[in-house]
């Protein structure tokens, strides 16, 4: 579940999404794909919620973390925008297809913010929009080199597997390791020559991607108990994955500090501190803000981003 997601009285979703429409223009009625109360949404209400359907959010910042890292390391302005567009029709394709697959589910759950669950949009309609975004994804990446699509690809069919089949399992958090540490893979791969990219590169990210699962999935682990979902984070509560969490972060940014050649400079040293300080704090305030511990690991991966640019994502 998306770390935006809120849960509300059943039907509240729909009442918000049915007033928000009367604005809209014409309005046609919808049967929500969840067997709920029919919503009136006129055009402008669907393209809305289309556009709110794909997980804007995540899909936008993996996308300028992909953006960040190709420009970065040298690919240039056309060569960026190519890697660009691959990462954010990839994270289209995954974000529609999440709400798409689970829209009777949140309907049940009663969600707020799922355009697919609440009637905004049709749930077949952002089937349709996942399967263009795909379609697209596919030459795009192989465009950036057929290693490189390969492999961004295969991060893509990862994330398509959880939202089908392991976001529920002991398995959750395979798909995000493997999707994080692709992507410097991916960008390396793209680089004339496709040199190999660095270990601690892949490492660092695998390890953010794992930390993000958990972050993600901690303000809503009741709810997402509630609806069925037994991933790792719901496995070992929200006392396990807040203890759990500093972990990867920590590991994420000693990889990126201590795994060059050579002893580790000033700004390894000081990266390493200020990550430990935000990955512990970020647990230690989800009580007071439920937030707090995503806020924390967005803050250390722009620690990291800052850390890994200045080593470089590939090598000999």
Not at 29 to 50: E, H, K, Q, T
Not at 237 to 263: D, E, H, I
Request: aromatic fraction near 4%; include cysteine.
């Amino acid at each position: 579940m998306d770390a935006t997601d809120r849960v509300s009285p059943a039907g509240a979703g729909t009442a918000g999404t049915a007033g928000a429409a009367g604005t809209a223009g014409a309005q046609p009625v919808d049967a929500d794909p969840a067997g709920a109360v029919p919503v009136r949404v006129g055009r402008r209400g669907r393209v809305m919620g289309l556009a709110l359907a794909c997980h804007p959010g995540p899909a936008l910042a993996v996308t300028a973390l992909g953006c960040a890292l190709a420009l970065g390391s040298g690919l240039g302005g056309p060569r960026s925008a190519l890697v660009t567009a691959a990462v954010l029709t990839g994270q289209l394709s995954v974000g529609w297809c999440n709400d798409a697959y689970d829209a009777r589910r949140d309907a049940d759950a009663g969600r707020r913010g799922k355009p697919a669950a609440d009637g905004t949009v049709e749930a077949r309609a952002v089937w349709a929009a996942a399967a263009i975004a795909l379609a697209l994804c596919v030459p795009l990446s192989l465009a950036c080199g057929a290693l490189a699509g390969a492999v961004h690809l295969a991060a893509v069919a990862a994330a398509w597997l959880y939202n089908l089949r392991l976001k529920a399992t002991a398995l959750s958090w395979m798909p995000y390791v493997a999707g994080f540490g692709a992507l410097p893979a991916a960008v390396a791969l793209s680089l004339p020559g496709g040199p190999w990219p660095r270990w601690w590169t892949v490492s660092a990210g695998a390890l953010l991607g794992f930390a993000a699962h958990l972050a993600d999935t901690l303000p809503d682990i009741a709810a997402d108990r509630a609806a069925g979902i037994r991933g790792l984070p719901h496995r070992l509560g929200a006392r396990g994955t807040r203890l759990l969490l500093p972990a990867p972060l920590l590991g994420a940014t000693a990889v990126l500090a201590f795994g060059p050649p050579g002893p580790p400079d000033a700004g390894g040293a000081a990266a390493l501190v200020l990550a430990g300080t935000v990955a512990l704090a970020g647990p230690a305030l989800g009580r007071r803000w439920r937030k707090a511990a995503l806020a924390g690991a967005v803050a250390v991966a722009a620690v990291d981003l800052a850390l890994l640019l200045a080593r470089g994502v590939a090598g000999s």
